[in-house]
């Protein structure tokens, strides 16, 4: 694997990271609170654009690669603030393996909170 060179001075967006947290709804299911579990200076960049169109609405997913330094406590499911929107995780990887930097897909839907 080749290593790729990572400016850190593009690490310059703060994300906050946060993970689901299923609580008992008092009905057999339950509900989703996010708790906050750190926060970081990232990379994003956005890939791509879809639209979907259900019920006669428009609705853009928008995916994005971040890169950040190494961090142990970041998983797929888990999400990403940035100025009030939200990224999903979807992948995560490490950078060129050298356990330098993590990349991460995601997916931010557009109202999605």
């Known amino acids: 694997m080749t290593v790729e060179f990572m400016d850190a001075g593009k690490l310059r967006t703060r994300l906050v990271l946060e993970a689901p947290v299923r609580t008992p709804d008092g009905a057999g299911g339950h509900e989703v609170e996010w708790q906050t579990v750190g926060e970081f ?52 990887s490490d950078l060129d393996g050298t356990g330098r930097y993590l990349v ?5 839907l557009e109202g999605w909170t």
């Open 104 to 108: 991460c897909g995601c997916t931010e």
């Open 41 to 92: 200076f990232a990379h994003v960049e956005p890939t791509g654009v879809s639209a979907t169109v259900a019920g006669g609405a428009v609705r853009q997913e928008l995916t994005h690669r971040v890169t950040l330094r190494q961090r142990s406590d970041i998983a797929p499911a888990m999400r990403l603030l940035r100025n009030g929107h939200a990224m999903r995780i979807e992948t995560v």
